[in-house]
Nanobody, 127 residues
Framework: QVQLVESGGGLVQAGGSLRLSCDASGRTFSTYTVGWFRQAPGKEREFVATISWSGGNTHYADSVKGRFTISRDNAKNTVYLQMNSLKPEDTAVYYC????????????????????WGQGTQVTVSS
């Protein structure tokens, strides 16, 4: 198994930036596809971004494309989500999730594809 811990959330003004980290422990993280999801109050959890375990493929939700960047450092067992030009509608609890894949370029867009989840980190963007 792999354990995931998110950090880096906080309160920021609209237009500001935050960098979230997802630190993994347990089994070899370098062969796990990772995704970031978010859940706003009263709404369902939604996909934000994903990265293949090779780091060679990424995919973003339309709502964050061009503003958010997902990356990973397998030597540090960490995946990052750089969030720029934040908007109030980005306010949510952000979760990272991981799943094993044999294809180093595969990524996952759906909640049901992921085996492991962190506890989440709150991001609040004020207007």
């Amino acid at each position: 198994q792999v354990q995931l811990v998110e950090s880096g959330g906080g309160l920021v003004q609209a237009g500001g930036s935050l960098r979230l980290s997802c630190d993994a422990s347990g089994r070899t993280f370098s062969t796990y596809t990772v995704g970031w999801f978010r859940q706003a109050p009263g709404k369902e959890r939604e996909f934000v971004a994903t990265i293949s375990w090779s780091g060679g493929n990424t995919h973003y939700a339309d709502s964050v494309k061009g503003r958010f960047t997902i990356s990973r450092d397998n030597a540090k067992n960490t995946v990052y989500l750089q969030m720029n030009s934040l908007k109030p509608e980005d306010t949510a609890v952000y979760y990272c999730a991981a799943e094993t894949r044999s294809n180093p370029y595969a990524f996952g867009l759906n909640i049901g594809e992921y085996d492991y989840w962190g506890q989440g980190t709150q991001v609040t963007v004020s207007s």
